[in-house]
């Protein structure tokens, strides 16, 4: 059957491929073309090998297709050699040494794929120097603030190390999910927390990447109150504060939702800020100060963790590029990961020990008011503002790039302009959902801020450094690496296994301590 299929001409072959035949079982095994420019660009490693595997023996008729069109969405047939060559015009295709078709889930287009793979690189670089400017402006946006004060407070050596270590654990923290990611070939945050967790992990996902709303929306009080007398003011003042929220909070949210790859997140959302809101509103008994100073060690340590780690949700979109890459390029995109955290750490530590140097224990929380007189504090206010509305474009831009890979609405989009068109439309709705959730949540007060940052960070590096541990014991990971390449993610996993119960020790003495104050 097989060969009288091979010996059809062309057009009948063609002709039956589109009557749909089922009873016709194709042998799909010995098609490898190793001159196509698809299977060329695969092996060189300019296109992602993010795929799926079908096993040849069930390639019969449409049984392909209706594989194909649940998990792509896709509207061609699949059958004989020409089925074969529209598919690979829809994604890149080749055939393993175990008899299964690879059907790659990176280009949904049909333009050439030659073509496409080198446009669609260059824009996935763009993307990945987009995500790193967004992880800058997200750590001076969000931990710059409370550097001096953390130092005035706890001594220039806690407030260092209260400074670094969130950044150091970080970094040990991508570094994590890049290899999680390599080993279990699940190029996403849920799929790695699937694979290692089991069916908690969605669980898992959703508590994680919601933290991110807790911490910028916790630091977007401090910003307020910067801009805004007090919170409680006329209808005009607070919707200013509604916009300034929204601002700060949106993109980050955003993030949150772009990466649950669940439309559902919106209701999830919505539940927690709720509950957030009455639980805050609790604790704080019935009022929100937002300028509350709490000056005990025990409460600016993790509160300088939580803010420290409100990048949280740009690292997971990093990690979401840098997987849309090829092998090749996607060291550039860890390099540049790392640079931005140990950075801003490095100017942390410097603009707070001088901060602390020039003005001592009266130094205030914000580093960029405590330097200069009247009218430099005001600009420092300014700039403060614009710094976060920064944030906006380059978030924009990262969310609009990972959503076209993200929703399966968007994938099942033909049209060039049906596409930008759904893109847009998905973007403006995570903007105002997500500004909601963080308005929300700043209302809340700053107890939500605290335990939301100490628990995250616990979930944050607490997973990552478990995985690697059990692999560690079981052989599984790093078996071929040298001791040197070995030992600092060693050092790193047990210094995060350290550090959890301390954040929780640290935040249960603080929240004991001040719950009247908080």
């Known amino acids: 059957a097989g060969a009288a299929q091979r010996e059809r001409p062309p057009a009948a072959a063609a002709q039956a491929d589109h009557a749909g035949t089922r009873h016709a079982r194709p042998d799909v095994s010995h098609v490898v073309d190793t001159e196509s420019p698809v299977n060329a660009i695969v092996e060189r490693g300019m296109l992602p090998d993010r795929c799926v595997s079908l096993p040849v023996s069930s390639c019969q008729g449409n049984s392909v297709m209706s594989s194909c069109r649940a998990g792509f969405g896709a509207k061609s047939r699949c059958g004989t050699r020409s089925s074969i060559a529209s598919l690979m015009s829809l994604g890149s295709m080749t055939v393993g040494s175990h008899g299964e078709v690879h059907l790659g889930r990176y280009l949904l287009n049909g333009s050439s794929m030659a073509a496409a793979a080198g446009s669609d690189q260059e824009d996935l670089q763009g993307t990945a120097w987009t995500a790193y400017v967004s992880l800058v402006l997200t750590c001076l946006g969000s931990s710059i603030l409370t550097v001096p004060w953390i130092m005035a407070q706890s001594g220039c050596v806690l407030g260092c190390s209260a400074i670094a270590l969130p950044a150091l654990l970080s970094t040990g923290t991508v570094r994590w999910l890049f290899y999680l990611a390599d080993t279990s070939s699940s190029y996403s945050y849920q799929g790695i927390m699937n694979t290692y967790v089991g069916r908690i992990g969605d669980i898992l996902t959703f508590l994680t990447l919601n933290v991110t709303i807790f911490l910028v929306s916790s630091s977007c009080c401090t910003i307020v109150s910067e801009v ?291």
């Open 228 to 518: 805004v007398p007090t919170l409680h003011a006329d209808l005009s003042q607070r919707i200013v504060i509604l916009i300034i929220f929204g601002i700060c909070v949106a993109p980050a949210a955003a993030k949150t939702l772009v990466l649950l790859h669940k439309f559902v997140a919106f209701g999830f959302i919505a539940c927690i800020a709720l509950v957030g809101l009455i639980v805050g509103r609790a604790v704080a008994g019935g009022t929100v100060d937002s300028t509350a100073t709490l000056v005990r060690m025990t409460d600016s340590f993790p509160w300088s963790v939580a803010l420290s780690n409100a990048c949280f949700g740009v690292e997971m979109s990093v990690l979401t590029v840098a997987a849309e890459m090829g092998p090749a390029r996607r060291h550039r995109v860890i390099r540049s990961a790392d640079l931005a955290l140990l950075t801003c750490m490095a100017l942390y530590c410097i603009a707070g020990l001088a901060a602390y140097a020039q003005y001592g224990v009266s130094v205030k929380p914000n580093i960029l008011v405590s330097f200069g007189e009247d009218l430099w504090s005001k600009v420092a206010k300014i700039l403060l503002v614009v710094v976060n509305l920064a944030r906006v474009p380059v978030f924009t831009i990262l969310q609009r790039d990972l959503s076209s890979t993200k929703s399966a609405c968007v994938q099942r989009m033909h049209r060039e302009s049906d596409r930008w068109f759904s893109r847009g439309v998905f973007g403006m709705t995570h903007v105002l959902a997500s500004s909601l959730a963080g308005y929300l949540f700043a209302s809340a007060g700053r107890a939500l801020g605290v335990a939301g940052g100490t628990v995250g960070v616990a979930i944050n590096i607490g997973l990552p450094a478990a995985a690697w541990v059990r692999g560690r014991c079981r052989g599984e990971v790093a078996t071929d690496w040298t001791l040197d390449a070995r030992l600092p993610l060693d050092a790193l996993a047990v210094l995060s296994l350290l550090a959890i119960p301390a954040f929780l020790v640290l935040f249960s003495v603080s929240f004991t301590e001040n719950f009247g104050k908080i």
